[in-house]
Structures are given as structure tokens and as C-alpha cells.
């Protein structure tokens, strides 16, 4: 997948990203607004985690996206 389709789909992919990461907020997944390195900063730091394992995380998750 490629992640320009991620972004100028947000909305749809925004609840999917939510079910993922259920600690994300709305405002998170607002500000994210489809910026996979806004998104991979948001896990590290909401999670805890570094951040070679929210990359890890996210490209496990784009992998798996459809676009409709």
C-alpha cells in the first residue's frame, strides 16, 4: 500500500488506525490527519515504546490496508 493512498484516505483509514491503537484520541487522530510520521510519534510516545517498534507497528498496519 502506498501511504499517499493512506493519507488522502484518512477518514476511512482514521477508525481503523483507532481500533489499532485504541489509546490514540480523536484530537490524536486528528492532528495525525494521514502523516504516517505524526502517526508513528503519536504510538511511540501514547505507548511508550520506541520508536523502531512504532514503525515496526505501522508498517505492519499499512500492509494490511485496503483502499476501497
Same mark, same amino acid.
Do not use: C
Given at each position: 500500500?502506498? &501511504?499517499?493512498?493512506? $493519507?488522502?484516505? &484518512?477518514?476511512?483509514?482514521?477508525? =481503523?488506525?483507532?481500533? =489499532? &491503537?485504541? *489509546?490514540? %484520541? ?11 510520521? $505524526?502517526?508513528?510519534?503519536?504510538? =511511540?510516545? %501514547? ?5 523502531? $517498534?512504532?514503525? *515496526? =507497528?505501522?508498517?505492519? &498496519? $499499512? ?6
Amino acid at each position: 500500500m502506498n &501511504w499517499d493512498r493512506i $493519507e488522502g484516505n &484518512w477518514k476511512i483509514f482514521k477508525g =481503523q488506525a483507532q481500533q =489499532q &491503537w485504541g *489509546k490514540l %484520541t480523536n484530537d490524536d487522530l486528528d492532528v495525525i490527519a494521514g502523516n504516517r510520521e $505524526e502517526l508513528v510519534g503519536r504510538i =511511540q510516545n %501514547t505507548y511508550g515504546i520506541a520508536r523502531d $517498534e512504532a514503525e *515496526k =507497528q505501522v508498517a505492519l &498496519w $499499512e500492509k494490511d490496508r485496503k483502499v476501497f
